[in-house]
């Protein structure tokens, strides 16, 4: 779990913000998930979301639902992503991060969940539908195993914030929309104060990510003039996989990611 | 449970929501701690089950059906003779009056029958605000009927693609508009599911027909023995337990087995689920061994969720209340059996209920009383039922 700490450690040091990538795992499928990786690692990518598909993702957007019901189809099965985690942490040491849904943890019981993930190689976990009042037996099953990475909101308050930072480690996950993942609204202004604000609020003790909607190199370099730590982009990476076939993939992804990372250097 | 602070009863409910979410949940909540008790928004509500919807709802005593059983006395609690059709206007008009103080001008809803959307519309037509719902594309074509009435009662109606395009579905859908348009926005979730506060706020509004039977069986002698809802989330079910459930009654919710328990085939949440969170909630779940939501099965689209209000799966756990099921092939004959004997065509939802007590009235003695809430009427399922004998060679 201090891969995470480290890396944002090491960014800061060379004046640089992190790029989080998100790729859904068996989409289109497995192969597809190797190369891709092979691809954000060669563009530069910081660190690495992996979903895990779940039935019925209500935070999401069109694209990742319509991921998640194609790698369910193809058979992604909790053992088999732990695998594929397995052959990606022997190429890397990029930081990887889980995001499913909170049933997929409980179902199988939390600690043994977040013990096998670790196992396989993952630093922490973002849970969507995971609130603060319902965290406490997933708190305690990762407490010195894995980050738990909890999502704020716009219009999410001062005190809640504060609340919520106690709970957060790796970074704090700051949705830069009120909708789902994966839908473009522009860059809205109470997205740039929010920045602002919740930089205030955590005063550095956490770095402050900012992901939905977040797809083009112009996102990228307008969120970080505002503050951000971290950008998240997933659903323009789902798309390009969608369209780009296998033997080009790794390429194309390596050459989008970099186009990505560029605005994270400070120059 | 009165009123669970923390929307937890046991381990069941709570809130698993986005946190985009937070805050209206919490604005909803605090209006509905405000203005449940309040004088003026209670006799505003009155006035409307009364005088629009049509409350109270007789006690029907199905002398027919019950010789025909030959045991125990039923009683039928006749919410299919409300306004709409069905129960769900119980909950519609007291939510929609709540939306309306809180000022909100967009209400979205969903729908599983078109039963929820229905009643949706009407609220929101006589309290002059708009409503879009959204319906699984499946259950559009099999309650084509009820599309047709929220389309010319004002409703936009929204079908619904993804996954298996039924109400589970639409849920999740109507749960991104709200994410997306949260600060406009009013979500009249139409069951007694979904984070808290939702399941004790649509028990509470549908307590009214547990409160009425008591009352009325005060009249004829005493508390009911029995007391039988049919249960997908259980609204109908819990607002006749809810008022029950401290007097010595044997409750009874139904459920629907589809094509038998032992199939794919059918949405019997609490007779065959294991726990689980969704919908904001943690409650019983039909899911596969990995915790992925599977597809449920029932005649009955009202029927037709992999999930139940939290409420019930703490009274199935401790004991309070026993829930069982009925197959499509027993809720066919419950149909047909009440229709012919009675002159009264319940809803498919319904007629699992009625199922269940045609069993048990056979087994009780003559003395006993058996109340089963008929929680709509069934000339939206005409069709269903007509297509179902036709492929059973029964017609």
Redesign the interface.
């Known amino acids: 779990m201090a891969r995470i700490k480290e890396k944002f450690a090491e960014l800061s040091a060379k004046k640089e913000k992190a790029l989080i990538a998100y790729i859904m795992v068996g989409y289109p499928n497995e192969n597809a998930t190797i190369s891709a990786v092979r691809g954000l690692i060669k563009g530069g990518a910081d660190i690495i979301e992996l979903g895990f598909p ?6 999401d ?2 694209i990742i ?1 319509n991921a998640s ?1 194609v790698s ?1 189809d193809n058979g992604t ?2 053992s088999r992503f732990f695998n594929i985690v397995k052959k990606i942490r022997k190429e890397t040491d990029i930081p990887l991060i889980l995001m499913t ?8 019981g939390y600690s043994k969940f977040i013990a096998e993930a670790k196992n396989a190689g993952i630093d922490g976990f973002i849970l ?4 603060i ?2 965290s406490k037996e997933y708190l305690a099953s990762a407490k010195n195993m894995a980050d738990t990475i ?4 716009p ?3 001062k005190s ?1 914030i504060e609340r ?1 930072t106690k709970s957060s480690s790796g970074f704090l996950y700051l ?1 830069a929309v ?3 993942t994966g ?1 473009k609204m522009g860059i809205q202004n109470y997205t740039l104060n929010a920045i602002k604000e919740v930089k205030k609020i955590t005063k550095g003790k956490i770095p402050v990510g900012i992901g939905f909607g977040v797809s083009t190199p112009e996102d990228v370099k307008k969120y970080i003039k505002a503050g951000a730590d971290a950008v998240i982009v997933g659903s323009a990476f789902l798309k390009l996989i969608e369209k780009t076939p296998q033997n080009k993939l790794e390429s194309s992804i390596a050459a989008f990611t970099k186009s990505l990372k560029r605005q994270t250097v400070q120059t | 449970m009165k009123y669970p602070k923390d929307g937890r009863f046991g381990e069941f409910g709570g809130k698993y929501i986005p946190e985009t979410l937070v805050p209206a949940i919490e604005e909803l909540e605090e209006n509905y701690l405000k203005f449940k008790d309040n004088k003026d928004f209670k006799r505003e509500l009155d006035y409307y089950l009364k005088q629009y919807a049509g409350r109270p709802t007789p006690l029907y005593y199905a002398k027919n059906l019950s010789e025909k059983c030959g045991g125990a006395k039923i009683y039928l609690k006749r919410e299919d003779l409300l306004h709409g059709g069905a129960h769900k206007i119980n909950n519609t008009l007291g939510q929609a009056l709540l939306a309306k103080k809180m000022n909100k001008k967009r209400i979205i809803a969903e729908t599983g029958a078109g039963q929820h959307g229905v009643a949706t519309a009407m609220a929101c037509a006589v309290l002059g605000m708009k409503s879009e719902v959204y319906m699984g594309y499946k259950d559009t074509i099999r309650q084509k009927l009820n599309v047709y009435r929220m389309n010319m009662l004002g409703a936009k109606v929204h079908p619904v693609k993804s996954g298996s395009q039924t109400l589970k579905d639409a849920i999740n859908e109507a749960i991104r508009d709200w994410i997306t348009n949260v600060e406009s926005t009013y979500y009249l979730l139409g069951s007694a599911v979904g984070p808290h506060p939702y399941p004790v706020m649509v028990r509470d509004f549908q307590s009214v027909i547990g409160e009425e039977i008591k009352v009325q069986m005060k009249k004829i002698s005493k508390t009911p023995d029995i007391v039988i809802a049919c249960v997908g989330g259980g609204s109908n079910a819990i607002g006749t337990f809810y008022p029950l459930v401290d007097t010595n009654a044997e409750i009874i919710g139904v459920e629907a087995a589809g094509k038998g328990l032992k199939s794919k085939y059918h949405s019997a949440t609490l007779s065959a689920g294991s726990k689980g969170v969704l919908h904001g909630m943690m409650t019983y779940l039909l899911q596969d061994d990995e915790g992925q939501i599977t597809e449920t099965h029932s005649i009955s689209a009202g029927l037709d969720y992999p999930g139940v209000g939290p409420e019930h799966s703490y009274l199935k756990d401790t004991k309070r209340v026993k829930y069982h099921s009925a197959t499509d092939a027993e809720v066919i004959d419950a149909f047909l059996m009440l229709t012919r004997t009675e002159g009264i065509i319940p809803a498919l939802e319904s007629a699992h209920a009625i199922a269940e007590a045609m069993k048990v009235a056979k087994k009780s003695k003559k003395s006993e009383s058996i109340v089963v809430t008929l929680s709509g009427r069934g000339d939206k399922d005409v069709e269903e039922v007509q297509r179902y004998l036709s492929k059973h060679g029964k017609n």
């Open positions: 779940f039935s019925d993702p209500l935070a957007g069109p639902q019901t369910l099965k909790i849904y909170t049933n997929i943890l409980y179902h199988k969507p539908d995971m609130s009042e319902e909890f999502l704020i909101s219009n999410t308050t809640r919520i949705v009120y909708g789902t839908v």
